[in-house]
């Protein structure tokens, strides 16, 4: 059972996106959007969420201006689904901005060529595990109210030695574009309410809220992770293994970057 909340900060559209009044660029943002967000929820996408075309995508008229496709022969309907798939596929080539694919590819091949020389560059190397782990706990913010400097120090001491006993559990180093550049955590105050196992389970039955956990992805696509400061230890494991992953995978790969609306297609 999902104890833990998850969240999407949802972007409007780019203005430059919004001057173009391009509908379509329009439905492709929100249906991303929309795809995410069930994503975040931990449901399937259906399989009939298609992203619009980006031209060409208007039924064709006949001169009465009603939808002529009743109308056409099995022929005529092959030829115009074949103009339709020739100009999405001009469309999506004249949508990749190709000199943010160039530099993209010189970053991959450095990028590629770091992995190469830091493989396993962990697992015999506790100074890396500590300069990692001492990164990702460097990026904690407090929510002062209601935690005592005592609490807050206790906390992060206990996140430290978790992290450290746990490294290879826990995949921080596979997880590493995350953990070093765009994930950030939260702690906050010790929760006002029973936080053993079986009540937490009878708390989420009971629709009376989370557990205190939330991992939120924003729309520049960092992920806050918030944690109560009086987590359990199996507690926090528990919830990283869950989450993180999915994430991990949320985040993407930069892709969406090569295109000029920002959206990559399916």
């Known amino acids: 059972m999902m104890m833990s909340r998850r ?3 949802l972007a409007l559209p780019a203005p430059a996106m919004a001057e173009r009044r391009d509908l379509n660029e329009l439905q492709r943002f929100a249906t991303n959007q929309l795809v995410g967000l069930l994503k975040v929820a931990g449901l399937d996408v259906p399989s ?25 022969t ?51 190397n506790p100074h890396a595990r500590r300069k990692l782990i001492a990164h990702i706990l460097s990026k904690i913010r407090i929510q002062r109210e209601g935690l005592s400097m005592l609490e807050e120090l206790i906390a992060i001491r206990r996140m430290t030695l978790l992290f450290e006993d746990n490294f290879e559990d826990l995949e921080l180093e596979d997880y590493g574009s995350l953990w070093w550049g ?33 991992f939120t992805l924003h729309a520049d696509k960092t992920v806050t992770l918030t944690i109560p400061s009086d987590f359990r230890d199996d ?5 990283l293994k869950r989450n993180i992953y999915d994430f991990h995978e949320l985040i993407g790969d930069g892709m969406e970057a090569i295109f000029y609306d920002g959206t990559v297609p399916n």
């Open 7 to 9: 969240k999407i900060v």
């Open 48 to 72: 009939n969420i298609i992203l619009p075309p980006l031209e060409g995508g208007k039924k064709n008229k006949d001169s009465s201006g009603g939808a002529s496709s009743d109308a056409q």
């Open 74 to 124: 099995e022929e005529e309907k092959q030829k115009f689904s074949r103009r339709n798939h020739e100009a999405n596929k001009r469309a999506f080539v004249n949508n990749i901005n190709w000199q943010k694919v160039d530099e993209m590819y010189k970053e991959a091949l450095v990028d590629m060529e770091a992995d190469i020389y830091t493989t396993d560059l962990y697992d015999n």
């Open 182 to 214: 765009r994930a950030k955590l939260i702690l906050t105050k010790a929760r006002p309410y029973n936080t053993s196992p079986t009540a937490l389970y009878k708390r989420v039955k009971k629709r009376a809220g989370d557990n205190g956990f939330s």
């Open 235 to 239: 507690e926090l494991l528990n919830e």
